[in-house]
């Protein structure tokens, strides 16, 4: 097939899509080699650099967005409420998620040492975190960052965030000292 028609099919899929699309999805969709859309989607992403809207890859997914640099008009002219500044506690949700992913709450609740259902459950209303079934326990669900999450920092590839060990290697842990003089009180 046409190197530029796969191309138009596929950004035209994608925006119909309104959603993240799986190569296979296109493959399936559109009956060629998963590595030929590959290849068109590597082509598509590198030839973007000036466009207002962009192709996300994450994780054998694809959606389409703004590009990030015109994040300020965007956000301005949405305004929506969803869009608002996210809570301390969301971001360190967020945090974990973005880390530890995939992540279960009771993992999430273990690092924080407070319920995260909430939490969340805003998180998953603002299409930032996605579940998914665990695979050794179909009982627990797993939490993990989307594409959306990507538009909501700005960045076009998830290698641009900041390694964790970096980001923590100063960081000095202390642990609350128990005097052992004091007694509990009688009642």
Known sequence: MDTQKLKS???????????????????????????????????????????????????DKLQLATNPDNSPVVKKFTSLELREKLTDAALEVLAIVLYKQPVSRAEIENIRGVNSQYTLRHLLIRGLVEREPSSTDRRTMLYKTTLEFMQYLGIKDMKELPDFEELTKNIQLTTPSVDSAETPLAV
């Open 9 to 59: 099919q596929i950004l035209s899929i994608l925006f119909v899509a309104g959603k993240p699309v799986t190569i296979k999805e296109l493959s399936t969709a559109l009956e060629i080699d998963i590595n030929e859309i590959k290849q068109a989607v590597t082509e598509i992403v590198s030839n973007q650099t000036d466009l207002g809207i962009i192709m996300l890859a994450h994780n």
